[in-house]
Each structure stands twice: as structure tokens, then as C-alpha cells.
């Protein structure tokens, strides 16, 4: 029998733990059990509640109001892990200073980012927006028809991603992406770059940027763009969208060629 | 001269007997391409064996050879163009059978290195160009004369004889000492000093690193080749005698110097480490050697001046009560739990101070065993003060009189990269802790500008501390209570209870020991310090911690101190009841004769407290290590283990997530070295075996931590310089070890010893033996000098003297440092002063020059003027020539004129001198 004084020696361990990770517990809260009380509750999905909440608090048309309504949402109500306001910054001000023509995001979840990279493109240019999940898809769609932007701008493919880019030049007539956005799962994130790279459709000066690649993190992806050569790379350092304390990285790849 | 081959310096001396032949007159062809044979795979040979070398080397080659037929295009009128790439194809054939591997690479540094050889065919132009001129004319004939030869006899496709031909150029490049005019060799001569000077002032030259190299490589081989080539006949062969011998001298100091670096133990693991770590978790290792250097030396002296004597000239195991394991305790005195406990053979041994006798002197030899005991007891404590407070002296004098406070940026700007840092990872870190310290302490200088923040911090940092104290104060309530529970179960007797119970004050103690650093780690990043404050921060909380642990133990300890002398009263009163039974032997019970042999084992004896105290320190120590060693196997190596294998099928990245891998953690590490050192301290006396334990521990430890480290840590994410901190680590240390030997010499100057075990048994104190010693050992007249010498009456002035003469110091030392801050200001004002008498200077020097220039441009004026008004056509001409020069000679009357520029030169001139002067005060 183990006496209670060496149990209460282990107090401060534990004490430990529940400071230093208390982020990862809050987060854990908000987006684990929250959501599955919100789904028991209301019978409907957290993408739709999402929808519901932006299509009564914005103003239709006007980009800005969607993705604030979306920010509060996602930090006051419920947790969805878009790109966030912080760093979206990023985002927008690398979509500003390349003002690509041609932008291939995969992963459109609920169109949050989709919106944003719309809002920050120069006039003509067009985004290819990648999303598996077909009522995702749906919701994207309809958030894109709210913020305003039309066919001609946002082209939604709804399909999983490595099925898509091997036909992206056929289907759809693409020479070169002049910008990637990699926002879907994790896992695939080094697949499909592969995929790009084998299909040709990364030029000298395209931009690749990865969400998530610290937390939940793509160590293979990182391992693999660290080697390669190809690419000049950074990363991006914030805080995790929706949450202070847990840190989170954006990789930025300029795609180099082979020298 | 860089027109010979690489080759020729490996294969020298060969190279040169065949050269004297030729010289002779027998120019055979078959002998010089055997040479060259020879030579290339003497070359190959030496390819093989220092491969890193030669890859430089290749390059240089490369390089040679293009300056080769870069000079041959200066020298003769041929057409050479052809013959660079020929000659160059052939280099690279020659090399390429041993050289497949490096090929691949130099085709991918093909363009770089092409780059390197037009830098380095300019540098060595400018090198050469002064040797030629003496050799050329001379060389430059006979080597018309060899070509010619060579192309009537050479059968060879082009290429090689591409390639010989570079040779013959070399060869005939070369100087022949004897054959050279005094002219010449005084050329020679200067080129040769040249030469070293150009070594000398290499490191201050502004070039590129890589040309500094191969301008030092290139000037090195130079000198080795025509240093020796000085002087005559035996004069020259004596010069060059004494160039060989200064060059082995050298070699053989530098060798020497490597050999001491290889002495010197762990050295080049703890440079490793420093590389990959930064110079804070090497400052840790280096602590832990010299530790393990201290403690080697209190090991040698416990060991050879009483556990040695004791155990080959004291009494054997068995031959008295106090070296025999009493009969109760033999059946299980060789069971593995109790010799774990250090109870059984491990306590009647000369591991504790229990096992020794008190006989006077010992052995053949007459050794004081006492006596050896006690001085060696207080000599190791000595020793440490010395030993500590010496380098403490030391490091303060290193450390100097850098003040930090005054150029924060530029200290930063300039000296916040670690040097010894060689790890891309490591370096990624210090890079990024760099920039965000400078962040940092751009918002703390606008922070503390606006001031408005500053009261949330002063709030947090309090917060924190209260939250520490409470931790503490928690911490040593468990510990009291975890004690006082322990006294109880040992009334009750320990073996109604479980092996937990039994050891809980240890597994408490050392469980605190290693989760509240953790709890204050975490509470510390509430106060936002700079890491290394906040280092220092914790380790005084992580010391605070310590101390009230050890306190609380030595004040259990001394409870149960009391209650064993409380024992011992009785079992004395009982022991002379058992011998008088023994002696008179009451008429009934038995019929023994009165010197009545007992077996040793069945004497009953005290419980002797000086034993039970080391024991208890022995325990404490092995399971403190016991800890340190699981911790380190489940918190560092078992989790890296988790988070490498486990992260390829996890659903988020451990490895830069959630566990990650840990951060070598210093100030606990050097904490627990120092208590670990403290208690060694203060349980040395009562059980000698401990600073071989120690030894042990600390050797173990270096290894099984240089391991961890290098294989489950990462380095920490704010990488700093372990600057100021090793004197904190040494402050500590004395700190402990005065506390350290307070109790211990509270417990020998206070406590009887105990009646019938250890050295001192007999005695009413255990310093008595001095006494002892003093009355029998020495005449009588120093037993005198020294009560005289011990009398208060003198001790007391003298300790008044000392305290007097500390002060003095002290006083002394103040205003010196003051000195020192009044020189600084004074330096810095006077620095500024100059400044601004120079910009003053420089501004008028500005003006007064524009207006020389301006008159300058008038008087040209004036003189175009009147040469045009002179005459004729003969001064049209004239005027022509003069009006192209003009400029430049009005201009360079202006500046020896003083009538043009009042004050000018000679104020610059004065400035310029009395400037350095006064920034070397």
C-alpha cells in the first residue's frame, strides 16, 4: 500500500502539468467536448451551425462582415479551425505582395479561408478551391454566394485532393499555379505537394503556404521540404487560430526548380 | 612560386635527387617519367590517406594550374588558349582514379571554383611578381631548350604531354640556389621576408576567409620551399638545418598542446556538447568535472589515510564486539536488502565510523588512528573552503569589471553570439532567442519609458513568489509530517511495516526534490524575466527548497540522535549488570571459571549514534542517485523514445506538440549536484565511504548524462551564455557547504561519541584526541606553546586583528571600484570631448579646403588668363599643355602653401595624434 504522503509529493507534478498545458485542455474543451454536446443538442453539424450564426450576423456581400462573424463565432461560441484573423494577416499580405493569377487552395472547410484569399486576389485572377467533404462543399458555397464572389472567381471542386490535382491540367486547363494554399489534412499535405511537383503545375516563384505545420503539425511535409532543395522555405511563426498559448507555424515555400 | 605542382612538395626530396641528375647531364626521359610515375602515386597515396586535406588541395591544384597557364600567357607568345582546357582535362584524368568520389562534387562546385581560381590567380601574381623578376630571364631559356626536346622525343598523345610540360615549366621554375647571383638571392631573401610579414598581418587583413586560407597555404609553402635555399655552401645547409628543426619544434608544441587537450578527461565530450548545447549546459559539465576533481581528492584522502590503514594494520573483522556482527543480525546480515540498506557486513565494516578502534596507534608503522580520523575529517572540509573560495577569487578576477547596464544594445549587438555553438539547430535557436531578446528589450526600453505596464508585472512577480512560498512551505510541512511519521513507525519497530512506510521520508524527499523545480519553473514565466535573472531566480527557489529538505532531515536526525544516546544510557547500565553477573556468576546458574572467553558476536552493545547517522546519509545519497538515474531513463529517455516512434502514427506532432522532446535542465542539474555535495560533507565523518560513493556517482553520471543529453534533449529554445553564472553556481556552493558543516561540527563539538564503537570511544569529546596527542606525542614545551598559543587572551586579539584587517581590505577594495567607475566616466566624457573637437576639426578642415579649391580655381583663371595674353603661336601651344595640366599642380601648391589653407594641415596633424593618446588612457 502506497502511504498518502508520496501521493501528496506527486502534487506538484501534477500541478505542473495542468499549467503548462492548459491551453492544449481548453482547446481540447472547446473543440472535443463542446461540440459534441452542441451536435447531441441540436441535431445539427457544427459546419451548419457555423452557417447559421454568419448568415444572421453579416451583412450579405460585404467579405469583411462574413469572416469577423466568423472569427467571433469561432472564438466566443464554438471552435473551427480556420486560418483566424492573426494569421490570415500573413496570408493576405503574401497573396498582396505576389498578387498570383492562379491559386489552388485545398481544403476549403467552410469557406472561411476560401473568403479570404478571394478578397485579397488582384482582378482577374482565379482560385481553384479543393474540398473533400460534400456537405463542407455546400456550405462553402453558400458562404461564398453570401460574401459575393461568383464562378468566375471561386471555381469549387468538390472531390479529395489527390484525386483532383493529376487532373487539374486536363479538366480544368491549368499551365502553372502561381499560389498553394494547403489547409486540408494534415497527413496529405506531403502527398500532394509530391503530387504538384510530379504534375509540373509549380513554376519558378510559386508560392506554396501550409497552415498548421507546428500544431497539429506535418513533420513529414516539414522533413520533406527541408531536403528537397526546391523550394526557399520559412515558417511563420503565431499562436494557434482561437487560442493564445499553443504555438503554430505557417510554411512558406517559393518554389526554386531545379537548379 | 605557385607555378609547381602539388605534386612536387609531396614527393620533394625524390623529386629533387632526380633534378640534381638531370642537372648532372643525364637527361633521361624514361627516368623522369618514372619519377613522375613515382611522384603521381606517391600523390595517390597521400590522396588516400588525408582525404579532407586533399579536397582543399584539389582545389588549390586547380588553381595552380590555372594561374600556371595564366602566366604562361604572360610570358610567352603562344598560343595558350588551347592549353588551359587541355591541361586541365589532363590534371583531372590523372586524378581520377582514386578521386571518382570527389569528381561528382566538383562538377557541382565546377562554376564556385572557378570563381576561387581567378581571385587566386590575381593574389598570387601580386606574390610572385618579385621572384620572377630575378629567375625569369634564365629560366625562360632553358625551358625553350627542354620544349624543344620534348617535342622531338615525345611519342605521347596530347594530353600528358600537356601534362609534363606543365611539370617541365615547374621544374625549371624552380630556383637552384647555387646557380642564383647574389642579386638575385638578395630578392630572394626580401621575398622570403616578404612573405612573413604577409603571414604575420594575414589576420588583419580585410579578405574573405577563404582567401586568407589559401593566401597563407600558398605563402606557407613559399617559404618551406626557399627558406632553406638562403645562405652558401654550409652556411645554407646549416640555415636550413635550423628551418627544419624550429618547424619540428613548432609541430611537436602544437602536438604537445593537442596530447594536453586529450589529458584533460571528458574534454572533448563536453566540447561536443557545448557545440550542440550552447556554453550554459557545458557550464553544467564543466561544474560536474570540476567536482568530480574535488571529490577525487577527498576520496584519496579518506581512503588512503583511514579506510586503508584501518582495514590492512587494525584489528581483523571479529577479533572485538565493535567489528563483529552481533549475533541477532548474522542470519541476515549477507541478505541483499540489508546489505542495500547498508546494515549487515556492509555496517561492521570500514565504510562506517562505527568499525573503527580506538587503539592509539596501529600496525608496525605506529599509525594515529584517532588522531589520522579526525585530522583527515576536518582536513576534507578545509580543503573545500580553500579549494572554493580560491576559485571563487578566480573567477571573480575573470569575470571583471564589465558593467552591464550601461550599453545594453550594443552589448547585445556585439556580444551575444555564442561562438561555440556548431549545431545548425542549436544556432537556428540562438539566432531566433536573439532577435526576440532584441524585441525584447526594445519594448523594455519603451516600456520603461511609458512606465505603465510596470505595476501588472510587479503584481505578477509578487504573485509568483507567494505562490513559490506557499509551495515551499507546503513542501516542508509534508516533509515535517513525513518524519514525525517515520519516528513513530520506528517506536512501533520498522518491521510491522511495508518496504513504502519504511522509506518514505527518502521517496518524499526526492520526489519534492524533483517536481517542485518543475511547479517553479512554470510559475516563474509569470514574472517575464530575462532568462538568465530568471535562472538565477530559480535557483534560489530550487535552493531554498533543498535547504528546508536537508534541514528538516538533519533535524529528524537529531531527534533520533537523542533517543539513541537515551538508549545508550541503558544499554550501559544493563552492560555493566551483564558483566558483573558474567564475573561473579551467581553460585546457582553456572560453575565457569572467571576469565570467561565470549565469543564477540554475543557482547551486547550500544546503538551507537555516529553509525545510524552515516547510514542514514548513505541511504539518502544512493537513493537521491537512485532518483536522478530513474528520472533521467523515464523523463528524458523513455519519452524521446515515445515521441520518435510514436509520432509516425499519432494524430498530432509529438515532436514539436505536446510531450516533444525534454530541455536539458540546468539549474536543477547543478542544484542537485550541490546538495548531493553538501550532504557528502556533512556525512563524510560519520561514514568514510562516502566520498567514494560520490566518486562514483559522479563519474557514472558524467557518462550517463553526456549520453542523455546528447541523445534525448534538445537544446533550449532561449539559448544564453552561462557568463555570470559559474560564480553564482560556486556562491552556492559555499553557502552549502558552510551549512553543510555547521551540523557536523555541531554534532562533534556538542555530543559525546559513543562508548564502545568508532575512533573516539572512550573519550568525553571527540577533539579530545588532539589533547591527547599533544600531551603524548609531543615534548613538553610545545604542549605548552600551544595551551599559551590557545589562550582567549590571545586568540581573541588575534581574530580582532583579522576582522580589522578584513575590513581595510574590504574598504580599500570599495574605493578602488569606485576609482574604477569615476575612470570610466572620465574616459567616456573625454571620448565624447574628442569627438566633437574632431567633427569641430573636420568640418573647418572641410571648409577651408573648398576654399582652397575655390581660390585654386581662380588663380588657374588668372594663369589661363595670362598665358593667353602672352605671345604668338609658340604660346598657343603652350597653352594647350598647360591648360590639360593645370588642375592638378595648382591644386598641390594649394596644399604646401600655409598661405592658401591658415591653420589646416598642422591642426589636423595635432588632432589626429592626440586622439589615440587619449583613448588609451
Redesign the interface.
Known sequence: ???G??A??????L??LI???RY?FVLFYRAVLVRIWKDCVTGLSREERAYQYVLTHSIPGDPDSILDAFDYWCNKVEYISNIGPKKGKILDRILMEQSPLTVLELGAHCGYSTVRIARALPLGARLYSIEMDQTNAAIAEKILRLAGFDDDTVELIVNPSDEVIPRLRSDYNLERVDFVFMDHW?KCYLPDLQMLEECGLLGKGSVILADNV??????KFLRYIRKSGLYEWKIHRAMLEYSKGIRDGMAELVFQGIK | MSFIGDEQFEGGNKEKRHREKRRDGSKDRRKRANAKRRERSRADRENEEFEERLVKREKGRRGRVKNDQEAKKREQEEGAGAQVKSGKTAKVKKNIKNEKRRMSEKAGEAGERTEKGKKRVESAKKETATVKHGTRDKTREERKKKRKKVFETSSEHKTSEQDSEDKENSEDKEVKPESLSPDELEKLKEAVDEKKKLIQSLRGKPWPMKKKLVTLRESQQFLEKYEGALGKGKGRKLYAYKVMMTKKWMKFQRDFENFKTACIPWEMKIKEIESHFGSSVASYFIFLRWMYGINMILFGLTFGLVMVPEALMGRPYGSIPRKTVPRAEEASAMDFAVLWDFGGYAQYSVLFYGFYSNQRAIGWLKFRMPLSYFLVGVGTVAYSYMVVIRTMARNANESGVGDDNSFNFSWKMFTSWDYLIGNPETADNKFASITTCFKEAILEEQESRKDDNIHLTRFLRVLANFLVLC?LAG?GY?IY??VR?SQKFALDGFENH?W??RN?VN??MS??GM??P??F???STLENYHPRVALQWQLGRIFALFLGNLYTFIIALMDEINVKREEEKIVKFNITMWEASLYNGTVSENFTASPITIHPADVPRGPCWETMVGQEFVRLIISDTMTTYITLLIGDFLRAVLVRFL?HCW???L????PSYSEFDVSGNVLGLIFNQGMIWMGAFYAPCLPALNVLRLHVSMYLQCWAVMCCNVPQERVFKASGSNNFYMAMLLVILFLSTLPAIYTIVTIPPSFDCGPFSGKNRMFDVIRETLESDFPAWFSKVFSYASNPGLVLPFILLMVLAIYYLQSTSKSYKEANVELKKKLQMQNEENKKKNKKAAQKALMDLEEARKVALESAGHQRNNNASFQGQEARDREMEQATRVPRPSNHMSHRTPGYLPNFPLQSEAMIRRAPSLQRH
Request: aromatic share 16%; net charge negative; charged share 15%.
Open positions: 500500500m502506497v502511504s504522503a508520496i501528496l509529493a506527486f502534487l506538484p507534478l500541478l505542473t499549467i503548462r498545458y492544449y494534415k507546428l500544431f497539429p503539425g506535418a513533420p | 509551495c513542501s509534508l509530517f513525513v511519521r511495508t513504502w512506510e518514505e521517496m518524499v520526489l519534492l517536481f517542485c518543475m511547479l519553473d512554470v510559475i509520432n494524430c498530432w506532432d515532436e514539436a506538440g505536446f
